[in-house]
């Protein structure tokens, strides 16, 4: 299993500003820890999200020369995608999504078909600065609104951003509602409609119920998934504010119960923790 860690998930909500020498006191800590991807910062409007403001500063502060982890960036728009692919140090392009029409519009002001022709636009930026956009189906198991949800939905978008030849895709349970059941379900049918793609997984949960959403995406044989230490950060449209990313902690915990290998530097990644309870 490899692990995305979503510092940047885990701060952009936090009403306190984190200095910039933190941020990347933090994020140097956590490149050491061995995770696959590290969701650092977004370039999106300050005013939407304050926190995210200095992630280029940020981005020239990181020590980039001992670490394999590859650096993952979101973006909410064309012009977000236009500034991330300008540094060479970022590998992936993030960008949500939804399958809910009414989420998307709230999220970044677009009809779903507005954002699917940014989508195409983007891909055609990240082909031509050799980057990998990696497209986040937010609302992907189900939400609050009453728009129309079904697991053939998800395929119905997965197989239009297949047909753009993008790679990455990533169901999320936005507002974490998701029951394991349904989170085996969905992969099961994605697994099946698409078996030669590897999708990845962005849960959030109420505390104590990430162990066994993990073991529902290993059971239905997702081999990337995302956390975020302490389980800090998840969507401010979720309607429990205790519901969160999954804690990386548990992640790695319940993946050891399991026999799966993650490869992470278990003692860096004990530091990291410490790290973040100082400063987040």
Do not use: W
Request: include cysteine; charged fraction near 20%; aromatic fraction near 6%.
């Amino acid at each position: 299993m490899t692990i995305t860690e979503c510092p940047r998930d885990a701060m952009q909500g936090l009403t306190r500003f984190i200095p910039t020498a933190d941020k990347i006191r933090y994020l140097n800590a956590l490149l050491q820890v061995g995770f696959d991807t590290l969701d650092f910062g977004s370039f999106v409007s300050p005013k939407a999200v304050p926190q995210m403001q200095d992630t280029a500063d940020v981005l020239a502060g990181l020590d980039l020369t001992n670490t394999q982890t590859k650096l993952l960036a979101i973006v909410a728009n064309q012009r977000g995608a236009e500034q991330a692919v300008g540094y060479e140090a970022i590998r992936y392009v993030g960008f949500p999504l939804s399958v809910s029409e009414t989420f998307q519009q709230r999220n970044t002001n677009k009809s779903i078909q507005e954002a699917l022709t940014d989508v195409a636009a983007m891909q055609r930026l990240c082909q031509d600065a050799d980057k990998e956009l990696v497209v986040y189906l937010s609302m992907g198991f189900g939400n609050p609104y009453g728009d129309a949800y079904s697991p053939e939905l998800v395929i119905e978008y997965t197989n239009r951003l297949a047909d753009l030849a993008i790679r990455h895709i990533v169901p999320s349970d936005t507002v974490g509602t998701a029951t394991p059941d349904a989170i085996e379900t969905l992969f099961n049918h994605l697994a099946d409609a698409f078996p030669h793609y590897s999708f990845g997984a962005h849960l959030h949960a109420l505390p104590g119920e990430a162990p066994a959403k993990v073991r529902a995406a290993v059971q239905a044989g997702v081999r990337r998934i995302d956390g975020a230490i302490g389980g800090l950060g998840g969507c401010p449209m979720a309607a429990d504010s205790l519901t969160g990313n999954l804690p990386t902690e548990e992640i790695v915990a319940t993946l050891g119960t399991l026999g799966v290998r993650t490869g992470l530097d278990m003692a860096a990644f004990a530091a990291a923790v410490q790290l973040s309870h100082e400063l987040l």
